[in-house]
């Protein structure tokens, strides 16, 4: 079964510190990667994603994240926090069920603060 | 890219009554998902609608409680039927993953409270 893990439900930084939010995954064959983010009161922003190519995704808003194939890993990290940045973040990866629909497995977030 | 129009944003509803939620897409897609998102936890998907045929719903879902409409490429509907506080949440629209890269878009949710 294919599955996303975000082991940590908060992650505190202070601002112009670098942050990193960390994402494992489980997935048969290639992972195809996703990284959103949510603000309070408002739907789900993509931010970056993996496909294939270079390890070191960069996205929206400065972030960038690093696929680990040997660590099964697809951390989000950005050099210099903001305290806007505090938000609520999901790691996704897409999976096909057994009609070839194509689905999101969501982690189950972590939030991040970044403090002034 | 894709723009999603969720409407209601909010609403506080009574115990036994229903809210059918609308989803309106700025472009033709084939199929929408529809999340739901209680307090604190991360996105249970409820059903994918395909334009022209049933909903399929995911375990724990099912059509007498949540019924889903797609009665065109652009726009869905889910109704939460007889309510109960368990139902509080958040419900959420998108379109995609797609079939090749793409990634996907959201509504911007209904933060539903019942009461």
């Known amino acids: 079964a294919q599955s996303v893990a975000q082991p940590e439900d908060q992650v505190n930084v202070a601002e112009g510190n670098p942050l990193t939010v960390k994402c494992t995954y489980s997935v048969s064959g290639n992972p195809y990667l996703f990284w959103y983010v949510q603000y309070p009161n408002r739907g789900l922003q993509f931010l970056l994603k993996y496909i294939t190519g270079d390890n070191l995704v960069k996205g929206s808003y400065g972030f960038e994240a690093e696929f680990n194939k040997s660590q099964t890993s697809f951390h989000l990290k950005k050099p210099s926090a903001l305290v806007s940045d505090s938000a609520l973040y999901f790691c996704a990866v897409r999976s096909q069920d057994t009609s070839g629909t194509y689905k999101y497995i969501f982690g189950t977030g972590t939030r991040l603060k970044v403090l002034a | 890219s894709a723009v999603i129009s969720q409407k209601p944003s909010r609403d506080i509803c009574q115990r036994g009554t229903s809210l059918t939620i609308q989803c309106q897409v700025d472009s033709q897609v084939t199929m929408m998902f529809w999340y739901r998102q209680q307090p604190g936890q991360s996105l249970t998907l409820i059903a994918t609608?395909?334009?022209?045929?049933?909903?399929?719903?995911e375990s724990g879902f099912v059509i007498d409680k949540f019924p889903i409409s797609r009665p065109n490429l652009t726009f869905s509907t889910l109704t939460v039927s007889n309510m109960s506080p368990e139902d509080s949440s958040i419900y959420l629209c998108?379109?995609?993953?797609?079939?090749?890269?793409?990634?996907?878009?959201f509504g911007q949710g209904t933060r539903l409270t019942v009461v």
């Open positions: 998108s379109v995609g993953p797609g079939l090749r890269d793409t990634e996907a878009f």
């Open positions: 609608a395909n334009q022209g045929s049933e909903a399929t719903y």
